[in-house]
Structures are given as structure tokens and as C-alpha cells.
């Protein structure tokens, strides 16, 4: 899949802006007066701006608010829905810890569920589809929760809490790369199958359908070479979860408590870069590319 800017801006920071507000609708922390503003305003800025940073993939923007309609079928819809409902519920329970020092406790647990619910709604945009067979598996929906429920630890300053779910996010990415490299072969999947020419023999890609490249081909192909990706993943493990837990153990104060957050996003971005780059779309057989 084409790794476009804006969707990689989109799964990462709407997911650290749910996670920090999941962690403060649970009261960890339960900050008050101008202190609550500074996190909620973190977690708003991170989670909203998020979500618009998504619509600049879609061809008319401005029709956006026409998705709220299908949320009967479409998990684009229910993203949306839980995203909204979740957003006013912790402004008022946010309202309470800013301007009244009150701590309304089943508002706030409805929002942290709410931050969930958005989360996994998100993920299944991609694990529904059964035409990437990277993505359509259990640990793409785990992936988006523990990593926002991580990042959003590490933005609270739960620092026990945090180290540990770093290390299980980072074991969890391993076994899903593991997992999900051989996904596509063992789909059954074909050029034979996408064609429909199987029942003559063995196909192969003479030329393409056409002379010059079109939406399909720009959108859900996109080749990354092994070592790129291998060196990527690397690079991704290493800011993302690696660099993170060692500042934190060394002290999260100050300085290296910001150099671990400034990490944490480097390799998630990264990480997010590498869902999308290497998440091998069954189109890509018909026109040769897989």
C-alpha cells in the first residue's frame, strides 16, 4: 500500500491522543486546575489533529461528515461516531478537573472506554479487509491498542506502567512481522486466481494492462526491498521501544523523559510507515507487481 504522509500522521498521533486520554478518564493522572488543561490539551491537539490529518487522503475532504450514515456496515463510520462521542464526553469530564477540581469518576471511565472503542474501531478499517492478508489477522487490532494504551502511559508520565507495556508492544510488532511476511504466500492468492486465466495454466506478466500507471497501481502497490525493510524495522524497534525503556529506567525526569517521548514517536512513525509500505494488496498479482 501507498505509505501516504497523511495516514501515517493519522494512526499515530490519533492513537497516542486516545491512549493519553484512556489514562487520564482512568485517573492516571488526575490532574487539576491548569495542569489538567495542559494534558487534555496535549491529548486533544494529538487526537483531533489526528483525525483531520486524515481526511487530506480523501478525494473530496469536505464530504466527510457524509461517513456518520453507514456505520451499520462501515467501520470508517464507527471510528468516527466513537471518536465524537468519546471527545465530548472527556470535554466535560475535563471541564470538571479544569475549572472545578472535580473528579467525575463515570464520566471519566466512559471516556477511557470511549478512547478504546476508537481505537479498535480504527484498527479494523485495516484488519477487515481481506484483500491485504498482512493486515487481516488478530494482531493488527492488538497492535493499535497496546500501542496507544503504551503511548498514552508514556504522555501521562505513568512510567511503571509504561516500561512494561513498551516491552509487550515491541514483542507483539515482532511476532506480527514474523507472522504476517509469509501471510500473503500461505493466502492462496494467485496470479492465476487474480486474472481468472488459471483454468489455461500457469500465468505470467508479458506487459502491463496499460500503458501508464492508474489509482489502483498508485494506491495498493508499493514494493519495499527486504533490506530496507529489515533495516527499517530495526530502526523502528530500536526508537520506538528500546531507546524508550532505557531512558526510563535511567531516570524520567526532565530531559530524559522528553528524549524518551521525542523516541517514541520517531519509531512509531516509522513503524506506521512500514504497516502501510509493506502491507502487499492482492491487486498488486494482477498487474505483476507481487
Known amino acids: 500500500m501507498?505509505?501516504?504522509?497523511?495516514?501515517?500522521?493519522?494512526?499515530?498521533?490519533?492513537?497516542?491522543?486516545?491512549?493519553?486520554?484512556?489514562?487520564?478518564?482512568?485517573?492516571?493522572?488526575?490532574?487539576?486546575?491548569?495542569?489538567?488543561?495542559?494534558?487534555?490539551?496535549?491529548?486533544y491537539i494529538m487526537s483531533v489533529g489526528g483525525l483531520l490529518a486524515s481526511t487530506f487522503h480523501l478525494g473530496h475532504p469536505e464530504r466527510a461528515f457524509k461517513a456518520f450514515s453507514q456505520w451499520r456496515s462501515s467501520w470508517l463510520s464507527r471510528e468516527g461516531i466513537c471518536a465524537v462521542a468519546t471527545l465530548l464526553?472527556?470535554?466535560i469530564y475535563g471541564a470538571g478537573l479544569v475549572f472545578f477540581g472535580a473528579q467525575w469518576t463515570v464520566l471519566g471511565w466512559l471516556g477511557a472506554l470511549g478512547a478504546l472503542l476508537t481505537v479498535f474501531t480504527t484498527s479494523m478499517i485495516y484488519a477487515q479487509l481481506k484483500t491485504v492478508p498482512r493486515w487481516k489477522h488478530w494482531t493488527t487490532p492488538a497492535l493499535f491498542l497496546i500501542l496507544s494504551i503504551a503511548g498514552g502511559a508514556l504522555f501521562s508520565g505513568n512510567i511503571k506502567t509504561a516500561i512494561p507495556l513498551l516491552i509487550i508492544a515491541a514483542?507483539?510488532?515482532?511476532?506480527?512481522?514474523?507472522?504476517?511476511?509469509?501471510?500473503?504466500?500461505?493466502?492462496?492468492?494467485?496470479?492465476?486466481?487474480?486474472?481468472?486465466?488459471?483454468?489455461?495454466?500457469?500465468?505470467?506478466?508479458?506487459?502491463?494492462?496499460?500503458t501508464g500507471t492508474n489509482y489502483l497501481m498508485r494506491e495498493f502497490i508499493h514494493v519495499v526491498?527486504?533490506?530496507h525493510a529489515t533495516q527499517l524495522r530495526i530502526v523502528a524497534l530500536v526508537l520506538g521501544f528500546v531507546l524508550p525503556v532505557i531512558l526510563l529506567l535511567l531516570g524520567a525526569k526532565h530531559v530524559l523523559g522528553l528524549l524518551a517521548v521525542v523516541s517514541h514517536i520517531a519509531g512509531i512513525l516509522a513503524l506506521r510507515w512500514l504497516f502501510f509500505a509493506?502491507?502487499?494488496?492482492?491487486?498488486g498479482l494482477y498487474y505483476g507487481k507481487r
Open 2 to 43: 501507498h505509505p501516504a504522509p497523511s495516514v501515517i500522521i493519522f494512526t499515530t498521533f490519533s492513537g497516542f491522543g486516545f491512549g493519553l486520554l484512556f489514562w487520564l478518564g482512568i485517573g492516571m493522572p488526575a490532574p487539576t486546575g491548569w495542569v489538567a488543561l495542559v494534558f487534555f490539551a496535549i491529548a
Open 89 to 91: 464526553i472527556m470535554a
Open 171 to 210: 514483542a507483539l510488532q515482532a511476532f506480527a512481522w514474523f507472522h504476517g511476511d509469509g501471510r500473503f504466500n500461505a493466502s492462496g492468492t494467485t496470479m492465476e486466481s487474480a486474472t481468472g486465466l488459471g483454468h489455461i495454466g500457469k500465468v505470467r506478466a508479458f506487459e502491463p494492462p496499460h
Open 225 to 227: 526491498g527486504r533490506k
Open 278 to 283: 509493506q502491507a502487499e494488496h492482492v491487486v
